[in-house]
Nanobody, 123 residues
Framework: QVLLVESGGGLVQAGDSLRLSCTAS????????MGWFRQATGKQRRFVAA????????LVENSVEGRFTISRDNAMNTMYLQVNNMKPEDTAVYYC????????????????WGQGTQVTVSS
């Protein structure tokens, strides 16, 4: 059973940068595609970015492309989300997820989920 734990969230100011981490335990995730999703209060959980098992390919949602960068270190069993020039609308709980096969922007395709980390951006 793969367990995912997010970290790195917190309260930041607009314009700041933040790096979120997702660390897996209970097994290697090197064979899994992984993704980041976020959920603002009262809103549906939405896709942010995803990366292939090898880390060689990735997809970032259009509205955050250029500010968000996804990466992974399979030796560390960890995935990252670098967020630059943060905006108040980035405020949400950020979740990481893992799935077999190719990466996807569809949350219902992911089998494993973390508990989320809160990110709050003040203006």
């Amino acid at each position: 059973q793969v367990l995912l734990v997010e970290s790195g969230g917190g309260l930041v100011q607009a314009g700041d940068s933040l790096r979120l981490s997702c660390t897996a335990s209970g097994g290697s995730v090197s064979g899994y595609a992984m993704g980041w999703f976020r959920q603002a209060t009262g809103k549906q959980r939405r896709f942010v970015a995803a990366i292939s098992a090898s880390g060689g390919s990735s997809l970032v949602e259009n509205s955050v492309e250029g500010r968000f960068t996804i990466s992974r270190d399979n030796a560390m069993n960890t995935m990252y989300l670098q967020v630059n020039n943060m905006k108040p609308e980035d405020t949400a709980v950020y979740y990481c997820a893992a799935k077999g096969g190719w990466y996807s922007d569809r949350l219902n395709e992911y089998n494993y989920w973390g508990q989320g980390t809160q990110v709050t951006v003040s203006s």
